[in-house]
């Protein structure tokens, strides 16, 4: 009995050689891809790829891709004796720097690997992917001021790079540390109020080693009564993945803004260019308001789209605001058009979330068309008009008009 099972191992092993003789380099690669991407075999890819480098030994791309199996099958010295020979021997071959440079990146070497990807923009400066992982190796190394001056060189060369518009979301914008801001915006009503509201602010942000900090002096004007309100927003970076947002906020008078107020967000830089965030706001009036945030966003070439849900509880049930957002970027991260669609009241809108306050639920529908551009290096602009249908008490509706500008410099 084992003589024949013998003999059997033997015409297995003599016929796997036969059909893998007969099998051309190319169809080796396209079934380690399918074994490796839909299945996940990383050992039968490799298998079939060292058989079709062996085939074809000078094929650099096939090279590359058995480096790039074992990477990801956590054969690292495997992985680098394959991809520190190719890219020697192709310095100048994008696809070589860029795969050399993710293992060692991967395998915790972010200042052997930003060698690597330096040397690979020698001969290619303008590749994205070179240029993101650039920026992604700075950060891990917590060159922040780097790494954005990287991701700003991203957008120019690649407009539509949703990696490097995510990026900046987590990391601010600009290789400036330091600006300084100012805003404001007037509110009309159509029959309600005889007065129209001002709201103005000015802020100062830094970023920081930890993350960019803004801290904003804001006031307003309702009913001919004016007001202040202190605010501080903090984003601390805590992983390339991962990034938090922290506010709170002191007011001298509750009828025109919250007298404090606080939130948390965490967000996440998430595959395909999707981002996510979850969170709280809290807004204190006459009573604490309770408002839980969520978010989902996703860059799709020069789009960026949002949804944002925001949920309260009050004496008559569950208050809920949602928003669509839709940004087209014609340039940088400061270069965009937007429009929103929503319903309800953001407690992260100053101009209405003191409705929030109300014990009952009241309902808005809104819609804002904003514009945002960077002039020069360090001059910003914007502007946004809204028009809402609120209403401010039961049975009681009206028509608002908002119109906020602002300037931005950085330095």
């Not at 008559?316 to 014609?330: E, L």
Request: hydrophobic share 40%; aromatic share 16%.
């Amino acid at each position: 009995m084992t003589k024949y099972l013998w003999m059997f191992g033997l015409l297995l092993c003599i016929g796997t050689a036969w059909s893998q003789e007969n099998i051309t380099a190319d169809e080796m690669f396209m079934r380690a891809r399918k074994e490796a991407f839909e299945k996940k075999n990383y050992p039968e890819a490799i298998a079939l790829m060292t058989i079709a480098t062996q085939k074809v030994p000078e094929n650099i791309d096939f090279r590359i891709f058995l480096g790039r199996l074992y990477t990801w099958d956590g054969q690292m010295d495997k992985a680098k004796n394959i991809l520190e020979a190719v890219f020697e021997e192709n310095k100048n071959y994008e696809d070589a720097a860029l795969a050399y440079a993710s293992l060692e990146y991967w395998d915790k070497n972010p200042e052997t690997a930003l060698e690597i990807v330096n040397k690979g923009l020698e001969h290619n400066e303008d590749s994205e992917s070179l240029l993101v992982l650039k920026a992604k190796i700075l950060m891990t190394l917590k060159n922040y001021r780097e790494a954005s001056g990287t991701l700003d060189k991203t957008l120019e060369y690649h407009p539509k790079s949703t990696t490097a518009c995510s990026l900046f979301r987590s990391i601010g914008t600009g290789s400036v540390r330091n600006e300084a801001g100012v805003s404001y915006s007037f509110v009309h009503f159509k029959e309600r109020f005889d007065q129209p509201w001002h709201l103005a602010s000015l802020h100062y942000g830094r970023w920081s080693g930890l993350g960019p900090i803004f801290g904003r002096f804001n006031y307003g004007n309702r009913f001919g009564t004016g007001t202040t309100q202190f605010e501080v927003d903090f984003y601390p970076r805590i992983s390339n993945t991962f990034y938090a947002y922290l506010n709170g906020g002191v007011s001298s008078d509750k009828g025109i803004f919250p007298e404090y107020r606080a939130g948390l967000s965490l967000y996440a830089n998430l595959p395909a260019a999707f981002e996510a965030d979850a969170g709280f706001r809290l807004l204190k009036f006459t009573d604490a308001t309770w408002v839980y945030a969520f978010g989902l966003g996703k860059y799709y070439k020069n789009y960026w789209f949002n949804f944002r849900s925001y949920l309260s509880m009050l004496d008559d049930g569950v208050a809920d605001a949602h928003a669509f957002t839709t940004r087209y970027y014609f340039g940088g991260a400061d270069d965009y058009f937007s429009v929103s669609v929503g319903a309800g009241f953001s407690p992260d809108n100053s101009t209405n979330n003191i409705l929030l306050g109300n014990s009952t639920r009241l309902r808005s529908n809104n819609i804002t068309a904003g514009f945002r551009k960077l002039l020069g290096d360090t001059h910003v602009i914007y502007s946004e008009i809204a028009y809402d249908r609120i209403e401010f008490a039961a049975d009681s509706r009206d028509d608002q008009y908002s119109l906020r500008v602002g300037y931005i410099k950085r330095f």
